[in-house]
């Protein structure tokens, strides 16, 4: 198999780090710049620079080994939540030109206020609050409120 130039000098076509998990079209390894205990890329083989341009089968085949990555760093790290997160072009902080999806775990007490999970890529616009009447609605749709929680008051944002 011949491979351009780009393949040749990309970090993910050939990997340094070791393959934790694999399937036929895709791969995970650690982050070599981890965010967090246990931070994977999950990695298609092919090589494409943009998310949106992976063909349907390629996007399930990632969808399919993050959920197995996620198990995986559960069993090993015992982590209290997860963000997950895909770099889509320069704007948007990307790189590395090779599509990589970011399981990111999250402890308790990891940062000082986590709320707003991925909306603090743009640290200003991380913490925000719905007003009362909008709040009351996304309740009743049940928006925004985690199940797994009891303790959010009524004066809390839901997200």
Not at 114 to 124: A, T
């Amino acid at each position: 198999m011949n491979m351009s130039k780009k393949e040749i000098s990309c970090p993910f076509c050939k990997p340094s780090r070791e393959i934790q998990l694999e399937s036929p079209s895709a791969f995970a390894i650690f982050d070599r710049f981890p965010v967090s205990k246990g931070h994977m890329l999950i990695i298609p083989k092919v090589h494409v620079s943009d998310y949106f341009d992976l063909d349907a089968e390629t996007k399930n085949s990632l969808t399919e080994l993050l959920d197995q990555a996620k198990i995986f760093i559960d069993e090993k790290y015992s982590p209290d939540g997860y963000n997950i997160g895909i770099n889509a072009g320069r704007a948007a902080g990307q790189t590395v030109w090779h599509v990589h999806v970011h399981l990111m775990p999250r402890y308790s007490g990891d940062t000082e206020n986590p709320r707003g999970g991925v909306r603090g890529v743009i640290p200003d616009k991380q913490q925000y609050r719905l007003s009362s009447r909008k709040r009351s609605t996304e309740a009743e749709d049940g928006h925004g409120a985690d199940p797994r929680t009891s303790d959010r008051g009524p004066s809390e944002p839901l997200h």
